[in-house]
């Protein structure tokens, strides 16, 4: 069965430093999501990407982000100086249409940034 | 703005005993679905159950099931015959049909299942 895959599943860095995030969405899907999940807090949205570019993003996804998909099949989650706040664990998604459909979304397993 | 709201962090269920994890959330829309996700430990999120708020009649899934009150904007999980593989965080969540495009989540019910 397809599925989200996203690497790496742990990666500790120091603050300031940047990170990349990578994600293979399911092949055939066209919308793209990151999501984060802060240690017991909610789990919440960061942006969506379709056709190429941002559709939208939250409050949280400020200048330090940016996502990419460079060649197809990856999408990646650029946080360019990271700070402490950014330790979470962050989860990909992919879903074949949009709300036209039933909306759902397929989640990979998730990325732990630790900043310290 | 929606919000969703689970007011259980844990619950605890014998095996093969029935839970109902509880959900309310607010929104002022009236086209939406709503959506229960399961998280085993260290595994991804996946789809357990959806439901479109058009639809009066409640969906169901084999063991899981919900009670969808649309006007007390209330949305719980029905797990009947618990088993141990139940055992998981499980995320209500949002979604506007029409609005941003984006899934709001709860913080999660621990479901733990008691041999």
């Known amino acids: 069965e397809p599925e989200v895959t996203q690497t790496p599943s742990h990666q500790v860095t120091q603050m300031g430093q940047e990170v990349i995030l990578r994600c293979v969405p399911i092949?055939?899907?066209?919308?793209f999501y990151w999501y984060r999940q802060i240690l017991g807090q909610k789990v919440e949205f960061l942006v969506s990407f379709y056709n190429n570019e941002i559709s939208e993003k939250s409050e949280i996804f400020d200048d330090q982000f940016s996502v990419e998909r460079p060649d197809g099949s990856n999408f990646t989650l650029k946080i360019r100086s990271t700070k402490l706040e950014d330790s979470a664990m962050y989860f990909c998604a992919s879903s074949e249409g949009g709300r036209g459909n039933d909306g759902e979304l397929f989640f990979g397993e998730g990325s732990r940034l630790t900043v310290l | 703005a929606q919000t969703v709201t689970q007011s259980q962090p844990e619950m605890s269920v014998q095996e093969a005993e029935t839970v109902t994890l509880s959900c309310t959330y607010d929104?002022?829309?009236?086209?939406?679905?709503l959506f229960w996700y399961k998280q085993p430990p260290s595994r991804q999120m996946i789809l357990v159950i959806r439901?479109?708020?058009?639809?009066?009649q409640n969906a169901t899934e084999n063991r899981f099931s919900v009670n969808f009150q649309k006007a007390a904007k209330s949305f719980s999980l029905k797990i009947s015959d618990s088993q141990l593989g139940d055992a998981a965080m499980y995320f209500c969540?949002?979604?506007?049909?029409?609005?941003?495009?984006?899934?709001?989540f709860g913080k999660g019910t621990r479901l733990h299942i008691l041999p």
């Open positions: 439901q479109e708020a058009y639809k009066q």
């Open positions: 929104t002022s829309e009236s086209d939406y679905y």
């Open positions: 969540a949002y979604r506007s049909a029409y609005g941003d495009d984006k899934i709001i």
């Open positions: 092949s055939n899907h066209l919308y």
